[in-house]
T-cell receptor
Framework: DTGVSQDPRHKITKRGQNVTFRCDPISEHNRLYWYRQTLGQGPEFLTYFQNEAQLEKSRLLSDRFSAERPKGSFSTLEIQRTEQGDSAMYLC???????????????FGPGTRLTVL | AQSVTQLDSQVPVFEEAPVELRCNYSSSVSVYLFWYVQYPNQGLQLLLKYLSGSTLVESINGFEAEFNKSQTSFHLRKPSVHISDTAEYFCAVSETPTGTASKLTFGTGTRLQVTL
């Protein structure tokens, strides 16, 4: 088990371009979360999946943001028409839900740092 | 809605001195509480957690935190810090299983700077 991985680790793009980030959770984990962390702030929740179902997406920052987890394994986060304000660290986390409820221990990946020029 | 307040953005301390990082939360439902640590250029790592049971929880590297429901606090303490403890520390809460979401709500973080 290598933990949660994210790709790429760094992304520099020009304003107006689209970007896509990938997250591979811990293999047996059925929940996957996306967070955004700006400088000097704590991570901010964006969305999460249980298996392939996106259970909450109201916190996605605008309609330019979308996330998918098509087969219940890896997930992608896409930002369309990037703006300078999108510059941040994008974090992915995963956790395991048990039949009796859920264990809310989330394991985080190293993050993807996005810089929009 | 939940919120977390970490009043101290930075805490400078000398090596081998004790330290307390403060965390207060607000929630209308029962919560789980967590402390995460972020070392420079690394991802978030879980330091310790309170889910239920004993209100005093400990980590393997000497940190401890105590859940105080009446004061809605979950302060992090260590009796003697080391240079290697220099990092950003985040307090976080999430709803217990009866809640409708399992997302974490984080505080703004406390930068612990340990010097000789």
């Amino acid at each position: 088990d290598t933990g949660v991985s994210q790709d790429p680790r760094h992304k520099i793009t020009k304003r107006g371009q689209n970007v896509t980030f990938r997250c591979d959770p811990i293999s047996e984990h059925n929940r996957l979360y996306w967070y955004r962390q700006t400088l000097g702030q704590g991570p901010e929740f964006l969305t999460y999946f249980q298996n392939e179902a996106q259970l909450e997406k109201s916190r996605l920052l605008s309609d330019r943001f979308s996330a998918e987890r098509p087969k219940g394994s890896f997930s992608t986060l896409e930002i369309q028409r990037t703006e300078q304000g999108d510059s941040a660290m994008y974090l992915c986390a995963s956790s395991l839900t048990t039949s009796g409820g859920f264990r809310n221990e989330q394991f985080f990946g190293p993050g993807t740092r996005l810089t929009v020029l | 809605a939940q919120s977390v307040t970490q009043l101290d953005s930075q805490v400078p301390v000398f090596e081998e001195a004790p330290v307390e990082l403060r965390c207060n939360y607000s929630s209308s439902v029962s919560v789980y509480l967590f402390w995460y640590v972020q070392y420079p250029n690394q991802g978030l790592q879980l330091l310790l957690k309170y889910l239920s049971g004993s209100t005093l929880v400990e980590s393997i590297n000497g940190f401890e935190a105590e859940f105080n429901k009446s004061q809605t606090s979950f302060h992090l303490r260590k009796p003697s810090v080391h240079i290697s403890d220099t990092a950003e520390y985040f307090c976080a809460v999430s709803e217990t299983p009866t809640g409708t979401a399992s997302k974490l709500t984080f505080g703004t973080g406390t930068r612990l700077q340990v010097t000789l």
